[in-house]
């Protein structure tokens, strides 16, 4: 009888044995990968920095999908565009979920991150109301205007300021999105939003690197343990979460004063606020909406033109052939605009390949499986994080053969827009993942390309781009383009600092860029700067 009895509790302490010795080890069916240890799985692998590069070097070893257990749940990663394809657009009802992140989503926060909400009827809601204010025609024919003004003054800024260029370049993202959401533009960068938001840019660099937290979401019992013995990471996500909540709340609060003293204005948070009511928002809520897509529409930019600068330092017979096809098309009397886009194939194909070459986001941002799914013999469970290896796949040789080059002609016959290839079903032809797959395509891919273009455009136009002389050799300063080197630790691809000579044309493109500056400053600018209340 004694045994009898002790038999369900054996049962039941093998059982927890056995699951136990489970965690960590690949299911039945599951892509390949690295192999695992009890508990951990493959997160003793998995690199502090720069995981892109690990993770493309096991693409070769076991695929263009495999698995990588971490603790008790599974990642994929897809360096595959057939796969890519398949799972993430045209499954992407069930590929659309974001990864469990108290750190993102909750501590920092407080669950209204849209880019971190899952595929729900309010996420998809609030995804409805920024890209109806981001839509190619609106771009076309609103926001082209700010475009044009904006890279004006970006040349007017390189003119007086070359050495300041890096600076230059983020505020000219800065002030496009600004003046799109807020109605408010960045007229130099010591403005307080622009200060404030490159200081949420590092923080929330940081903070999300892997390591930078302990996994809590893979093991919640980490959560018991005293924030002292783990870094302190409750304590650093709070300094996050009251820069966010200081800078977009100042924000909004600008427009609100705005609105009662000289009524709405055309820009998105007026529009949101409008419509507060009608959809069940809070003003968090709309805080964090508009300023989710303040930061996502001005650090990208201005990583990716920075990165594109290196290659115009390093590149000077690319550089030479795209001005000579810009002067082909207009001269010296006039700056190219967005209407000569067409006439510039070349130009173009720069612009996908500054996209390509150094990705901002190498990983992208990863999805999360809200069901089982069974691809190419493959099980992946429900919750499976997926990633896509951009990266990887901008690095492969039998597309872009020399991949490190940086080549225009990689792209040569291909000068559709990113949005047009993103959305084909020729997933052979697609240009670059720089704007993610299916449901959660970035909603500014249409002003991101013209952002680039017009910054590209412009730049080539008016000025030579060209190493630094070393005082004291004498010889010119070329910046390290290794992406093990030469770029900035972390998740995110941004070069190190570099020097660079910037020099003007000629002289009638200085005397045309100060003419068009000064209409700009006298006709367009005072619409957006009749705001100047930003002080938490």
């Given at each position: 009888m004694g045994l009898l009895m002790l038999a369900p509790v054996i049962l039941t302490v093998g059982f927890l044995i056995y699951s136990i010795a489970r965690i960590g080890r690949r299911g039945r069916n599951f892509p390949d990968g690295p192999p695992t240890l009890p508990i951990v799985g493959n997160l003793h692998q998995m690199p502090l920095n720069k995981p892109y590069l690990q993770f493309t070097e096991w693409a070769k070893q076991y695929g263009g999908m495999y698995s990588l257990k971490l603790g008790p749940g599974t990642a994929v990663v897809l360096t595959d565009r057939r796969i890519i394809k398949e799972l993430m657009d045209k499954k992407a009802s069930a590929s659309s979920n974001r990864p469990v992140s108290l750190v993102t989503q909750h501590l920092i926060t407080e669950g209204d991150h849209m880019l971190m909400m899952d595929n729900s009827p309010r996420w998809r809601m609030m995804r409805r109301l920024i890209h109806q204010d981001l839509t190619e025609s609106l771009c076309d024919r609103e926001h082209s205007k700010i475009h044009q003004a904006e890279s004006v003054q970006l040349l007017y800024d390189v003119l007086y300021s070359s050495d300041e260029w890096v600076q230059h370049l983020k505020r000219f993202s800065n002030s496009i999105i600004m003046s799109i959401v807020y109605g408010i533009r960045s007229p130099s960068t010591d403005a307080p939003w622009t200060k404030g938001l490159n200081d949420i840019v590092e923080l929330w660099a940081r903070i999300t690197e892997f390591g930078a937290t302990p996994p809590v979401d893979l093991f919640p019992f980490l959560k018991l343990v005293p924030q002292r013995f783990l870094g302190n990471w409750v304590s650093r996500s709070k300094t996050v979460h009251d820069k966010v909540h200081a800078l977009y709340g100042g924000l909004l609060e600008s427009v609100k004063e705005r609105r009662r003293t000289t009524g709405p204005v055309d820009c998105i948070a007026d529009r949101?606020?409008?419509?507060?009511?009608?959809?069940?928002?809070?003003?968090?809520?709309?805080?964090?909406?508009?300023?989710?897509?303040?930061?996502?529409?001005?650090?990208?930019?201005?990583?990716?033109?920075?990165?594109?600068?290196?290659?115009?330092?390093?590149?000077?017979?690319?550089?030479?052939?795209?001005?000579?096809?810009?002067?082909?098309?207009?001269?010296?009397?006039?700056?190219?605009?967005?209407?000569?886009?067409?006439?510039?194939?070349?130009?173009?194909?720069?612009?996908?390949?500054?996209?390509?070459?150094r990705p901002t986001a190498p990983l992208g941002f990863p999805h999360a499986l809200s069901e089982d799914q069974w691809i190419d013999g493959k099980f992946l469970p429900k919750g499976t994080v997926l990633f896509v290896n951009v990266y990887g796949l901008h690095q492969d040789e039998t597309k872009f053969p020399n991949p490190n080059t940086f080549d225009p002609d990689h792209y040569k016959g291909r000068t559709l827009l990113a949005a047009e290839y993103a959305n084909s079903a020729d997933y052979e032809n697609r240009d670059h993942y720089g704007f993610g797959n299916g449901r959660r395509l970035c909603p500014g891919i249409h002003l991101a390309d013209r952002n680039l273009w017009h910054a590209i455009a412009k730049l080539l136009w008016a000025f030579n781009i060209e190493p630094k002389l070393d005082t004291e050799t004498n010889k010119p300063i070329l910046p390290d383009s290794s992406v093990e080197t030469g770029y900035r630790e972390g998740l995110t691809m941004c070069p190190y600092d570099f020097p660079a000579k910037i020099t003007v044309r000629s002289d009638s493109r200085r005397q045309l860029i100060l003419k068009e500056y000064a209409d700009a400053k006298a006709d367009f600018f005072p619409k957006y700067e009749k705001v100047a209340l930003f002080e938490r």
């Open positions: 949101l606020l409008e419509q507060e009511e009608k959809h069940g928002l809070s003003d968090h809520n709309v805080m964090l909406l508009a300023g989710v897509t303040l930061k996502g529409g001005s650090d990208t930019s201005a990583s990716t033109l920075t990165s594109w600068m290196q290659a115009m330092v390093l590149y000077p017979e690319v550089q030479k052939k795209a001005q000579a096809e810009i002067d082909a098309v207009v001269g010296d009397k006039r700056i190219p605009t967005w209407s000569d886009y067409k006439d510039m194939p070349y130009l173009a194909t720069m612009v996908k390949e500054a996209m390509r070459w």
